[in-house]
């Protein structure tokens, strides 16, 4: 448990820096590490990041500038830990804390039990050096100094600016979203509208033809309307034959129908005098040269239809690719624009993002499975998603995108709580993804 109450402090801490780092005052900037990066900060075993990085920036803001506060005026690199314990007895003095206690050289004060605790964590931390603190202790101490500068005077006027600045950013987009659906109220209504409209024109046209009809054979009204409807269906075939002899006559222009290229049977029986040898072989002479026209007329004539056919292909060739021409460019269009929706989108979310960490304020957690374990996305651990079990304070960690998918694949989304957990994680899934990138590359 020891070790899960370390990361509770850490998670804390980190979360102060990334959140609040930046807004702590004039000239005073808190470094913004990761978990990872704060607790091998506080081990010692960091090369770019000290202990007395973190605590620096934190004093500074509760002692004040060097010219109100004698204790400010002591505040160096090098003395910080001996001002942490003035300030926590101080502190802890100003707020009338009783029970027994003397520190060293000073005088008597007095302190709760807890406070004691405190102050000998700090003169410990003074004596050892922070090098050789653990980085429990210095969690605990730095939540400790955390927690006091959330409680002046301005970091509350600062959240509740914050939290005012908040609301007026989600109710511009409820405004905003109310529009877009007026919007599209007002366009499906018009559209509405105006199939209505029609419907009715239709009916008053229907109408208007029965009241004629009356009008003209009152008795015979019932048989007109069959015939009219009658009639209407032949003229509606008519129309249909009309358009299928159409077509067959351009078939029929496009490919005619393949000649007699035979010889008539009468044309090939001599008729004349056996006897007339002459005229015999006159007669096989015209038949071998009109076979050979014939053959050459027919060849002709398939070379045209063989034209014919190509030029056939290749109109619907080009009319299908036109086709596919148009309706490629069409699902481009459509991809683009979606496109240009998902990008619109993003920026928007970014954009909203970006204001919103300009307003830290205190965290949501991302949901509750069955369970009722909450699942948190903290801004000191962007590749990571820690879930608390509250029964038994045992803290849990996703951190790559193999064991998150595998997570919301189980979620049940006919709960009521899982399911709006699933949707937490899908709002934030690429963003998560991202984080656990970053911390992959670090690691």
């Known amino acids: 448990s020891g070790g899960h109450a370390e990361l509770i402090d850490l998670l804390h801490v980190?979360?102060?820096?990334?959140?609040?780092?930046?807004?702590?005052?004039?000239?005073?900037?808190?470094?913004?590490?990761?978990?990872?990066?704060?607790?091998?900060?506080?081990?010692?075993?960091?090369?770019?990041?000290?202990?007395?990085?973190?605590?620096?920036?934190?004093?500074?803001?509760?002692?004040?500038?060097?010219e109100e506060s004698p204790i400010a005026a002591a505040l160096t690199p090098a003395t910080w830990p001996?001002?942490?314990?003035?300030?926590?007895?101080?502190?802890?003095?100003?707020?009338?804390v009783h029970?027994?206690?003397?520190?060293d050289e000073d005088e008597a004060v007095h302190f709760s039990e807890?406070?004691?605790?405190?102050?000998?964590?700090?003169?410990?931390?003074?004596?050892?050096?922070?090098?050789?603190?653990?980085?429990?202790?210095?969690?605990?101490?730095?939540?400790v100094i955390i927690d006091?500068?959330?409680?002046?005077?301005?970091?509350?006027?600062?959240?509740?600016?914050?939290?005012?600045?908040?609301?007026?950013?989600?109710?511009?987009?409820?405004?905003?979203?109310?529009?877009?659906?007026?919007?599209?109220?007002?366009?499906?209504?018009?559209?509405k509208e105006e199939r209505k409209q029609e419907r009715d024109r239709i009916a008053e046209e229907r109408r208007l033809a029965r009241e004629a009809a009356a009008e003209q054979a009152p008795e015979e009204n019932g048989e007109e309307e069959d015939a009219e409807m009658a009639e209407d269906e032949a003229e509606e075939e008519e129309e249909v034959e009309e358009e299928e002899e159409e077509a067959e006559e351009e078939e029929e222009e496009e490919e005619e129908a393949e000649p007699n290229f035979e010889l008539d049977p009468e044309c090939i029986e001599y008729s004349g005098d056996p006897n007339d040898r002459k005229a015999l072989l006159g007669h096989r002479k015209w038949l071998e040269k009109e076979r050979k026209r014939l053959e050459l007329l027919k060849g002709a004539w398939e070379k045209k239809q063989m034209m014919v056919k190509r030029q056939k292909a290749a109109k619907e060739a080009a009319a299908m690719a036109k086709e596919e021409k148009e309706v490629a460019e069409a699902e481009r269009a459509a991809a683009e624009e979606e496109r240009r929706e998902r990008?619109?989108?993003?920026?928007?979310?970014?954009?909203?993002?970006?204001?919103?960490?300009?307003?830290?304020?205190?965290?949501?957690?991302?949901?509750?499975?069955?369970?009722?374990?909450?699942?948190w996305w903290f801004n000191s651990a962007k590749g990571q998603v820690h879930v608390l079990d509250e029964i038994t304070g045992v803290w849990h960690v996703y951190e790559t995108k193999d064991d998150l998918d595998a997570l919301m694949e189980v979620l049940n989304v006919k709960g009521v709580r899982e399911k709006a957990l699933k949707e937490g994680l899908e709002r934030n899934y690429i963003k998560l993804l991202a984080g656990f990138k970053r911390e992959s590359k670090q690691a």
Request: proline fraction near 4%.
């Open 343 to 375: 990008e619109d989108k993003r920026r928007k979310e970014e954009a909203l993002d970006r204001e919103l960490s300009k307003r830290p304020i205190r965290g949501v957690p991302l949901g509750l499975d069955r369970e009722c374990r909450r699942y």
């Open 99 to 103: 029970a027994d206690h003397l520190d």
């Open 14 to 66: 980190a979360e102060f820096a990334g959140s609040f780092g930046n807004m702590l005052g004039e000239g005073i900037v808190m470094p913004t590490p990761s978990v990872r990066e704060l607790q091998a900060a506080l081990a010692g075993r960091s090369d770019t990041l000290q202990a007395g990085d973190i605590y620096w920036p934190l004093l500074l803001f509760l002692v004040g500038p060097p």
């Open 114 to 143: 807890e406070a004691v605790a405190m102050v000998e964590s700090a003169k410990r931390l003074r004596e050892v050096g922070p090098a050789n603190f653990s980085a429990a202790d210095h969690a605990k101490l730095l939540c």
């Open 82 to 96: 001996e001002v942490l314990v003035r300030w926590i007895i101080k502190n802890l003095d100003s707020k009338g």
């Open 148 to 191: 006091e500068i959330c409680a002046t005077e301005y970091m509350r006027e600062l959240l509740d600016r914050h939290l005012e600045e908040v609301t007026e950013i989600h109710r511009g987009i409820a405004e905003e979203v109310a529009a877009v659906r007026r919007e599209a109220k007002l366009v499906e209504d018009a559209e």
